[in-house]
């Protein structure tokens, strides 16, 4: 549609003309035959996208309703550390003391690597779950989960791992670095329609389950209407047929392929930076990486953020500013689901224009350098 805005934002993303129309079409009984083929369907794509063995659980909730259901089912009542270098760790850790008197906080601040000496305090001293967001977008930092992961492990504590914005975009092997339960968020990589989140659960999680669940969020009761090919609860039937198509297009592109498109992408996005010369946001160790769906660069002195995003937006786009404290600070460039050369240089274009007409001097190209990256 002409008056469509083009969405570079760390999601929602833009949806592929094949979902959307799998949205359109007439109500189903959602404890009929062809909801569950679509439910098997789901399962099936899934667990190769996470890197998984573990049960499939399919909620209808953005994302934070998989945050709430993992932390509720698995560390209620529970010692739980929760790692937090941004918003979403700290949505987590949140959310973890609401169902815990016992829930800790491992702070540093957004955009810093994480403080893995606490981790190992908090567990030497009996925390029995872990929390982490594995691709931070609110500071466009990547988290070590591997190296949490095995943490976890070695002091037998349960990791719950947000891959909301990483599954499907980037390389997450959720069985192999011991992720218990995994997140993905429908409107991230997979570029579908915002609210479902799915979950990977795997045994060891079950075993050690909560005594006391919620009602909504109850994932046994998931599990067992699973075995039966039906949710509990009524589900957003079109969104499932959305995630479906959504799952479909990601195993005719591949996911090896899926995952060296976003990086290409990102680091295009990069290139265009160093060549304006902004700062990139986050700070890096040896364990922490930058964020391959969404860049974060720190406003250079004279730039207006609401001016910036707004010019932007007058292009045809959106693009992201800061959260919370870093509200003005940075502004922030999606590359994740559907996008490719021809959205990243169009958001570019905007972004150059704007930084030039705010009264930045560049010494080279930035779209030039952009286009060095792709591989067309």
Known sequence: MQDEKLLMMPGPVPMPQRVRLAMSRQAINHRGKEFGECLEDLERMLKP???????????????????EAAVANFCAKKKTASLINGKFGERLGKISKLYSDNAVAVESEW???????????ELENGAEAVTLVHNETSAAIKNPAEEVGKLCRKYDALFIMDGI???????VETDAWGADVAILGSQKCLAAPAGLSVLAVSDRAWERIAAWKPMYLDLEAYKKSAAKKETPYTPAIPLFFALREACRIVEEEGLEN??????????AVRAAGKAWGLELFPTLDKYHEYSNTVTAFKYPAGVDDAKLRDDVKKAGMEISGGQDRLKGKIFRIGTMGATGPAEVMAVLGAVGKSLKAQGMKF??????????VFKY
């Open 49 to 67: 996208i996470f890197k998984t063995k573990n049960d499939i659980i399919i909620l209808s909730g953005s994302g934070t309703a998989g945050m």
């Open 111 to 121: 955009g810093q690597p994480l403080n893995l000496e606490q981790l190992k305090i």
């Open 165 to 171: 914005t990483s599954i499907g975009g980037d390389v």
């Open 258 to 267: 899926r995952i060296a498109r976003h990086r290409n992408m990102s680091a």
């Open 363 to 372: 010494d080279s190209c930035g779209l030039a350098a952009a286009n060095e």
